[in-house]
């Protein structure tokens, strides 16, 4: 089986790569701060950020819950689900956690922590993305690609 193909070791969930991202940022805020792009007290308005990063995360989980779908990315997956933020991303929580890490960035105010912002989504969409998006389009068939051909992978 190609590697590209199999799905997400199981000790390696968005989540850790979330915590691997901010602890990164903060590291690179502390040991190469770079340029201060944002003020106190500006930086403060980071948290709505990270509050609807958060919000967006929890929507998406009790969608799934209500779906009896799974929300870890290596377990099969029950139902489509397709309302709420759904029908705007393909991936909210990966969107929320992109929220999320922006609200970091802006809170700390310096430049380097937004370097690993793209880097993020990158590992996201290489790691995870692809990976679920191929699982569903097996799983579900044309109802899948429907989605897929509406709604942007993040936003």
């Known amino acids: 089986m190609d590697e590209s193909n199999s799905l997400p070791v199981r000790g390696l969930l968005p989540p850790v790569v979330l915590l691997v991202a901010i602890v990164l940022m903060v590291v690179l805020h502390v040991l190469i701060p770079a340029a201060q792009l944002i003020a106190f ?33 290596f377990e099969p997956s ?43 989504v990158w590992q996201v969409t290489q790691r995870f993305i692809i990976v679920e998006e191929r699982k569903l389009e097996t799983t579900f068939g044309h109802r899948y690609l429907d989605y897929k051909g509406k709604v942007r992978r993040w936003f």
């Open 78 to 120: 029950a139902s489509l689900v397709l309302n709420g933020p759904f029908s705007f991303s393909r991936n909210p929580m990966y969107l929320g956690m992109v929220l999320l890490l922006a609200g970091i960035a802006v809170g700390l105010g310096s430049a380097t922590p937004w370097l690993v912002v793209p880097f993020f």
């Open 41 to 73: 007290p500006w930086r403060l308005s980071g948290a709505a950020l990270v509050v609807a990063g958060l919000a967006l995360n929890v929507w998406a989980d009790v969608l799934f819950k209500r779906a009896g779908t799974a929300v870890k990315p």
